[in-house]
């Protein structure tokens, strides 16, 4: 049985995509095939978003950033974008693609009084973590 592809979107796809797109393949790899992109790429995976997946058993060291033009193409199933700015400027892709919103705050930005950065990315990779195995879970249940 073909894999569905997911596409999860965000702006500069340095951060909460690539924390989505390594939670989702961990929690679901038998069910997806799991890309991430953004509509501006930084050029680069934020360093804390690779530590805060490591600590929970996840390697996204090797990601990288790109644009999701490369993606228009490539049969992509669902788009899930993971910032409001991204949600805004999601493309129409080809075919009948599903779409999903779940917003989360852009870590480097998001630090509370008292709270460090790094804890700051752990605070959002848990709230991403979550959602993703939730979205696994409830796929997994409904037979896809």
Same mark, same amino acid.
């Given at each position: 049985m073909k894999k569905a592809k997911v596409l999860i979107l965000c702006t500069g796809n340095s951060c909460r995509s690539h924390m989505a797109e390594g939670i989702l393949r961990h929690a679901a790899d038998d069910l997806f095939e799991v890309f991430s992109a953004g509509s501006k790429p930084a050029g680069y995976v934020h360093p804390l978003a690779i530590e805060a997946?490591? %600590?929970?058993? =996840?390697?996204? @060291?090797? *990601?990288? @950033?790109? $644009?999701?033009?490369?993606?228009m %193409? @490539?049969? =992509?199933?669902? +788009?899930i974008t993971v910032c409001g700015n991204a949600n805004d400027a999601c493309p +129409?892709?080809?075919?009948?693609? +599903? &779409? $999903? *919103?779940?917003g989360f705050e852009d870590p480097p930005k998001a630090a509370r009084p008292?709270?460090? %950065?790094?804890? #700051?990315? &752990?605070?959002?990779r848990d709230e991403i973590k979550r959602v993703f %195995? #939730?979205? #696994?879970?409830?796929? &997994?249940?409904?037979?896809?």
């Open positions: 997946l490591k %600590e929970i058993g =996840i390697d996204i @060291s090797d *990601h990288t @950033s790109k $644009h999701l033009d490369q993606y %193409e @490539s049969g =992509i199933d669902t +788009v +129409v892709f080809p075919g009948k693609v +599903v &779409r $999903h *919103h779940y008292g709270e460090s %950065e790094i804890d #700051a990315f &752990r605070r959002i %195995e #939730a979205y #696994a879970d409830g796929y &997994r249940d409904c037979g896809g």
